[in-house]
């Protein structure tokens, strides 16, 4: 008897080694067959969602609890809004503002131009409420300066609301509300400090004094070695000398500033009739007229009459004539070149017929169709309105802009065919056309038209 025969008769039975299988992710969502830019090319690849809000890359199918085909879509890191417009009153408005927001691909809606007085308090506050896009808010300097009447007081404030705030950074407007050079320098220095961008809205606007604002922004950031980013440069120091400032900054980042800038891709500006950029004389500054001012949101040309009636209104919003600040002259000059992204300075804060400019609701969509129209590669425009506006924020936040295998699922699905913005001066209030699928931290938000889950954090120093 063999000693396998032996061991038989005691019940020890000989089976093949058997494999253990390696057990699989548990997959959410699979989106297969989008086109995605990794390793600097094009790529057909699947991406999978997990349940803790990251993602994987895969050349191969993925089983997952729902499947999205990606055939003839681009799949991109979230759209990162910098400059969203929503500190009038932001606790009425906010969801209203992310509707537009994420139906326009954006999963990061951050107020770097406006902001708030106290940072620590609105993440308090806003923290408990449900979002769509990630939130997060800059200190509003002129918030600060109408509260507080010294420069030490104002500067405090201003400190404390990047340390115990932890805001995005420091932002001011200096069109609206003229502030001493000196004072500017002060804010510079402790935007530098905490490492934190100064987003400035430059001091002039007209041709005559344009490149003036530039020279003392581009002087502060060579001054102060903080990183500045001025504020959508084809309305406030390009707008007729675009090709000038963009030369005067390349010398300043020469020199060895950090200096970026942002623009949004339409040919007319809006803003509000009782700010400053309308005090008299505003006429001979823009060559507009009355009847060239249109109410945002009703279509209402204005008169000599009912301008000095609604100047006395706060809130009501114009917009000028398309064509005010040309594309090929302006917004076209600024894509070009490798410090300039793309930022909305908007918002939609109303559900119906908003008085709001339509870059409220359309800007990304309509800059990746611009850019392409005017011959800039996909890529490029992606990373101008991703990676680019990413290098503003914390660390933790910037690998969200970069698709790779294990980061966080920000991401929007988009027809490259068909993508731009809907969104018109008549009527802001529309989603645009294109954006197919978007996911915040690995929850779908918004697809084909509707809203979803709100899965959005806040976006903040620690």
Not at 131 to 145: A, E, L, P, Q, W
Request: net charge positive; aromatic share 10%; glycine share 8%.
């Amino acid at each position: 008897m063999t000693r396998r025969d032996f061991l038989a008769t005691l019940g020890v039975s000989f089976l093949a080694p058997r494999v253990l299988s390696q057990r699989l992710p548990n997959y959410t969502y699979a989106i297969e067959n989008c086109q995605l830019f990794i390793h600097n090319s094009w790529q057909k690849r699947t991406i999978g969602i997990l349940a803790d809000g990251t993602y994987h890359i895969s050349e191969q199918p993925i089983t997952a609890e729902k499947t999205i085909s990606g055939e003839g879509l681009v799949l991109s890191s979230g759209f990162i809004d910098i400059l969203t417009d929503n500190s009038a009153s932001p606790r009425q408005t906010y969801k209203i503002v992310e509707e537009y927001k994420i139906s326009d691909g954006v999963t990061a809606a951050l107020q770097m131009h406006g902001g708030a007085e106290n940072p620590q308090n609105y993440y308090q506050e806003f923290s408990v409420l449900p979002h769509y896009t990630h939130f997060g808010v800059s200190t509003k300097v002129m918030n600060i300066r109408n509260r507080y009447p010294t420069l030490p007081q104002r500067l405090y404030a201003v400190e404390t609301a990047l340390e115990k705030g932890k805001s995005l950074g420091v932002s001011h407007s200096i069109e609206y509300q003229p502030t001493p050079y000196d004072e500017l320098i002060q804010y510079g220095k402790i935007a530098a400090k905490y490492k934190r961008p100064f987003c400035l809205h430059l001091r002039y606007s007209s041709a005559e004094q344009e490149l003036l604002g530039v020279d003392e922004a581009l002087k502060i950031a060579l001054t102060t070695c903080c990183h500045l980013h001025i504020d959508h440069l084809h309305s406030t120091g390009g707008t007729f000398q675009m090709e000038k400032a963009l030369t005067k900054i390349k010398e300043a980042i020469s020199k060895g500033a950090n200096i970026t800038t942002c623009v949004y891709p339409y040919s007319f500006w809006a803003t509000y009739l009782h700010s400053k950029r309308f005090d008299p004389g505003w006429q001979q500054r823009f060559g507009l007229t009355y009847q060239d001012l249109t109410i945002v949101g009703t279509g209402e040309r204005l008169n000599e009459a009912s301008f000095a009636k609604y100047r006395k209104q706060a809130g009501i919003l114009v917009a000028v004539p398309e064509g005010t600040m040309p594309l090929e002259k302006t917004i076209d000059l600024a894509l070009r070149e490798p410090f300039s992204m793309i930022a909305s300075d908007g918002g939609i804060e109303k559900s119906v017929l908003a008085n709001s400019h339509p870059r409220g609701a359309g800007c990304f969509s309509t800059a990746i169709a611009h850019g392409l129209k005017i011959g800039l590669p996909l890529e490029d425009i992606l990373a101008k309105v991703t990676q680019m506006p990413a290098k503003l924020l914390p660390t933790n936040h910037q690998q969200r802009a970069i698709l790779a295998h294990g980061n966080y699922a920000d991401l929007t699905l988009f027809n490259p065919k068909k993508i731009n913005g809907k969104a018109t001066v008549s009527n802001p209030n529309q989603y645009s056309f294109g954006i197919e699928y978007v996911f915040v931290q690995g929850k779908l938000a918004y697809a084909q038209n509707k809203l979803h889950e709100t899965n959005g954090k806040p976006i903040r120093y620690e």
